[in-house]
């Protein structure tokens, strides 16, 4: 069965740092790989998707991730932080064969500091 | 316009009773889906429906039955309400089976 681990449950960044989110996932195939951002008392909204072609995609909001399957990890990086930023990040994995069902990592809880 | 609404935003009711809960999404997507989130924010699929057929049910209580009227609606019954069914419930869509979900803000069930 497939699983993603986000190893850092919480991360503190000050604003206009650099910000990397681990994600390691483990599923039988190439997966399908998201990153969605909750802000508090909302949804999730996609960040960013990888299903096939150039490893490093980039997203909405100054976002990348970069694809590397030797290492089965889906990081995520933003190189200036900015306040908005501060807010819940859940990386995914979808399993094509099984319906697109998402499997959720656990959650990364971003603080920006001033 | 809201793409995936769900309502009601916010459901607070008490054990043993019947809720619904309602998603539409405008999208004009064939497949859509319930999440719930518990308090340590943890995700899990719930159900799956593409073009009103059911494709994915995991493991959930037979208290818990999906309805899809057409394939812009998504309804999720509860039955006999329990104290471990508070949560914050989420729908989602996508355009076709390997395509990005997009989510609802979600419906947050407090049992009393």
């Known amino acids: 069965a497939q699983s993603v681990t986000q190893p850092d449950i919480h991360i503190t960044v000050s604003e206009g740092a650099s910000l990397e989110l681990r994600c390691n996932y483990s599923?039988?195939?190439?997966?399908?790989l998201f990153w969605y951002v909750q802000s508090p008392g909302q949804g999730l909204q996609l960040l960013l998707k990888?299903?096939?072609?150039?490893?490093l995609v980039q997203g909405i909001k100054g976002f990348e991730a970069e694809f590397k399957r030797s290492q089965s990890s889906f990081n995520l990086r933003k190189p200036s932080v900015h306040w908005s930023d501060a807010a819940e990040y859940f990386c995914a994995v979808g399993d094509k064969a099984a319906g697109n069902k998402l499997t959720f990592g656990g959650g990364t809880r971003v603080l920006v500091k001033p | 316009d809201t793409a995936v609404s769900q309502t009601p935003k916010y459901l607070v009711t008490q054990m043993g009773n019947d809720k619904s809960i309602k998603c539409e999404q405008n999208l004009g997507h064939d497949t859509m889906y319930w999440y719930k989130q518990d308090s340590k924010k943890f995700l899990k699929i719930m159900f799956s429906y593409n073009n009103k057929e059911l494709i994915i049910n995991e493991t959930v209580p037979n208290r818990f039955s999906p309805k899809s009227p057409d394939k812009a609606h998504l309804n999720l019954h509860i039955n006999s309400l329990e104290l471990g069914d508070s949560a914050v419930y989420f729908c989602?869509?996508?355009?076709?089976?390997?395509?990005?979900?997009?989510f609802g803000d979600g419906t947050r069930l407090s049992i009393l």
């Open positions: 599923y039988g195939a190439t997966p399908y």
């Open positions: 990888y299903f096939s072609g150039d490893t």
């Open positions: 989602a869509s996508s355009q076709a089976l390997g395509q990005p979900q997009h």
